[in-house]
């Protein structure tokens, strides 16, 4: 039988020596600092964009409503009632339950591993964007200095870049290549930060929080003065947020609605049961709930206004490039007077020579220049980051200092993340007493850090994105969404609903309405099912390929590439292994509760513990 806590439980016990948040505010901040990740800015906006625009609200609010908020309430309010980490919380719950607190400590690990990654790929364009011009700007010349590097203009300047300078990419994920060693010392530098702002957990990470969570918003909001009074803010923010509705028939649009609340709220890492169990037992977890929930939505929303009225501005003036090149070609091959043809004449002028001598119109082989199809030269992640973001802002005046800005605000946003992700690995840790008491905290966390950074050298390596990858796409997204399932489970049906609504009356003076008892006990479930089916059945229509750069390829820049089986093999452990600690720790918890029956001394402590 399960041994679950009551309201009688304690405010108490184990927490009474537990670290204190200084203020109010500075919980929030790293909840919102927490929550708030690289996600919100190259994810959010994408999903909306290529997901109907404004269309897309309609599910991804839904999905806040009836899964995001519900189970962020109980994160929050399970984290500051035991007070306790994620392997303590639900050990506490029942002892079969504990493999969820152990599934969210090892993906918190593993995410680590591969988030702190990118805050090295973003420390590096950070460093590359203190010089005039942009390293990024130009292509470099080759070794006889009598050109230019054929794989750099084969593609482009920014893809050079990131693919050849930075990265030094692989052709396939065969190849593991050499380490990269300009990238192990900003791996260093990086874990060297995260280790100086987690080093004595909330009382060093609340200091740097109320810059690294506000830090990111000034710059998103000089970003947005300066965006909308560039030529072309209106047509990127229009073709962002023009609704298409009958993009909602298609079920993949309410899948990424759904998982991207997952990855918007940090839901599930247990990150934000490790911040509620610092805060005094009587604090009203509820509104923090929803206000954390709604001001995470709000960024998304802001992000997205920001990001697309920049690429407008990028579409604009590739769009103008490109009628640029067309008129230049018209001009030479009709003996036209020169700037006889503007940008406003040109269809008028393509249309009568098209109708009059249409053969040598022809064979021009003119570019087709639509800005529609500049609009739709988007993407997500990485390729938002370090590719489509990095062209636009070569294009803005003083684009150095637009680059430092744009990269400052990756860093400390991603940074704030980390924050989060440390502490759902520290604070377990330090409940189970893994270190004796007389070891200093700042022990445990070095040593932490010293690990991720030591494990995590194999993604500098030259084929280190194609890892990173196979991190990102297999442990987050299937794990997650079953760790949410128990834990909603869990609470609904093993600690008992009213057992549970009887502690948030006690802790905020007022037990939960219908909404919260409706969604806790039927709605978010049954969700969390349905996505896990229409997960597991879009991952087995879709096959497992990335896309390698292989200058030698007759596809360059990129191509399709098949994952070989080993890695196959290497993407099923990290998306189960995690899950299977569920169904372990429970036998574990089962043949250990047999024992004590056999045992009557064992009997006889475990009815004194509980």
Known sequence: MACVLGPDLQGSGSGDDRP?????????????????????????PYLCQSHGGGAFLIPYLIALAFEGIPLFHIELAIGQRLRRGSIGVWMAISPYLRGVGLGCFFVSFLTSLYYNTVLTWVLWYLLNSFQHPLPWGACPLDLNHTGFVKECQATSTVSYFWYRQTLN??????????????MVLCLAACWAVVYLCVIRGIESTGKVIY????????????????????????EGLTYLFTPNVQKLRNPLVWLDAATQIFFSLSLATGGHIAYASYNPPRNDCVKDAVSIALVNSMTSLYASITIFSVLGFK???????????????????????????????????????????????AGLHLEAC?????????????????IIFTEAILHMPGAPAWAVLFFSMLFTLGLSSMFGNMEGVITPLLDMGVLPRWVPKEVLTGATCLLCFLLA????????NYWLQVFDSHIVPLNLIIFAFFEVVGIAYVYGL????????????????????????VISPLMLLTIFVAYIALQVQTPLSYRAWNPQHEQFPLQEVSYPRWVRAICALLSFSPVLLIPGAALAALFAQRRRRQD???KLQESGGC
């Open 600 to 602: 009557p001394r064992l």
């Open 169 to 182: 990419i692989a052709t396939d994920i065969d190849h593991s290549g050499l380490v990269q060693w300009q």
């Open 315 to 361: 579409a604009a003036k590739d769009h103008g490039r490109c009628l640029d090149g067309n008129i230049l070609s018209l001009i030479n091959a009709f003996d036209l007077p020169d700037q006889s043809v503007s940008r406003d004449d040109y269809t008028a002028v393509l249309t009568h020579l098209n109708a009059t001598q249409p053969e040598r119109v």
């Open 370 to 386: 639509h800005l529609q199809d500049f609009l739709d030269k988007s993407a997500s992640g990485t390729g938002l980051a370090f």
């Open 498 to 521: 009213d057992r549970f609504c009887d502690d948030i009356a006690w802790m905020t003076g007022r037990r939960p309405g219908l909404y919260w008892r409706v969604t806790w006990k």
């Open 211 to 234: 810059f690294t969570a506000l830090f990111p918003y000034l710059v998103l909001t000089i970003f947005l003065v300066r965006g909308l009074t560039l030529p072309g803010a209106a």
């Open 20 to 44: 204190k948040w200084d203020s109010k505010l500075q919980y929030m901040l790293s909840c919102v600092g927490f929550a708030v990740g690289l996600g919100n800015l190259w994810r959010f």
């Open 457 to 464: 050298i194999c993604f500098t390596l030259q084929s280190g």
